[in-house]
């Protein structure tokens, strides 16, 4: 009972509904788009620790 009064997951569940029959909102659009832009703004600055042993590996052979 304490789910469905929730108000964040009502508001969820309208959004799936309305996003799954392709009636979102500009608004709903906007907001998805900002929540992935955040996502996806961490991975620019994120480097596989293979690249940093790699570079390394590089360094070590130019001084060979």
């Not at 009064?5 to 009502?10: A, H």
């Not at 992935?36 to 690249?51: D, M, Q």
Request: charged content about 30%; proline content about 3%.
């Amino acid at each position: 009972m304490n789910t469905l009064k929730n108000e964040v997951v009502k508001q969820k569940c309208e959004y799936l509904e309305r996003f799954s029959t392709k009636k979102e909102t500009f608004t709903d659009t906007l907001i998805m788009f900002n929540t992935i832009t955040e996502k996806l703004s961490g991975w620019k600055t994120f480097v596989p620790p293979s690249f940093k042993l790699s570079d390394h590996y590089l360094k070590a052979i130019k001084e060979e």
